[in-house]
């Protein structure tokens, strides 16, 4: 049986952080569904970027398309099972960026 790879825990990783990422680069007043799409985007990235470092001579979709899919399944179960439960979701989406009305305040 051989070990993790680095690629495979990177991956785990970030998409612990993930959640975090994309509640500080999205605004507190969009929903719930852009900010699904843009985790499901950085996932993506975040999928690509850690096949093509660990890909020696031949990039493999099948592995880069279980990496997003891992990536997006334990970035939103983090966010829901304990960023979110712990209130550092909603601290760090005040954190980010501000909406047009937050600045006027």
């Known amino acids: 049986?051989?070990?993790?790879?680095?690629?495979?825990?990177?991956?785990?990783?970030?998409?612990?952080?993930?959640?975090?990422?994309?509640?500080?680069?999205?605004?507190?007043?969009?929903?719930?569904?852009?900010?699904?799409?843009?985790?499901?985007?950085?996932?993506a990235v975040s999928g690509f970027l850690t096949e093509a470092l660990s890909a020696g001579s031949a990039f493999d979709w099948n592995a880069t398309l279980l990496a997003v899919l891992g990536t997006f399944l334990v970035a939103v179960g983090t966010h829901f099972g304990f960023w979110n439960p712990t209130g550092v979701?909603?601290?760090?989406?005040?954190?980010?960026?501000?909406?047009?009305?937050?600045?006027?305040?």
């Open 89 to 105: 979701a909603a601290a760090v989406k005040s954190a980010g960026v501000k909406d047009k009305l937050d600045l006027a305040a």
């Open 1 to 43: 049986m051989a070990g993790f790879e680095t690629a495979q825990v990177l991956s785990l990783v970030i998409g612990v952080v993930l959640p975090l990422l994309t509640g500080y680069v999205t605004k507190a007043s969009w929903g719930g569904g852009v900010r699904a799409i843009v985790l499901a985007f950085l996932s």
